[in-house]
Nanobody
């Protein structure tokens, strides 16, 4: 069982930055991939980014590529999402998710087993 706790959300002006954190409860996440999803009101949950804990390979959605950076602090069992040049359209609840799958699919919510409670990010225009 993996418990995930997000933090770092808040209110920021367009063009600003935020860093989200996702702390995991297990000692080792070496067999997991960790992802960030977001969900805006009235919309489906959408993929933002993923990183392999062991490989450190990362992928991003086209909407955040070049603005967001995902990273890992293995010692703290924590994954971060650095969000720069925030836009109004980035407003959403951001969720951290974990999966032990090694399959090729990683962009769908159903690809993940464990989820955090979410943290609200609001970007004012």
């Amino acid at each position: 069982q993996v418990q995930l706790v997000e933090s770092g959300g808040g209110l920021v002006q367009a063009g600003g930055s935020l860093r989200l954190s996702c702390a995991a409860s297990v000692r080792s996440l070496s067999d997991y991939r960790l992802a960030w999803f977001r969900q805006a009101p009235g919309k489906e949950r959408e993929f933002v980014s993923v990183i392999g804990w062991r490989s450190n390979r990362s992928f991003y959605s086209m909407s955040v590529e070049g603005r967001f950076t995902v990273s890992i602090d293995s010692a703290k069992s924590t994954v971060y999402l650095q969000m720069n040049s925030l836009e109004f359209e980035d407003t959403a609840v951001y969720f951290c998710a974990a999966s032990s799958s090694t399959g090729f699919s990683f962009r769908q919510p159903t690809d993940y087993t464990f989820w955090g409670q979410g943290t609200q990010v609001t970007v004012s225009s």
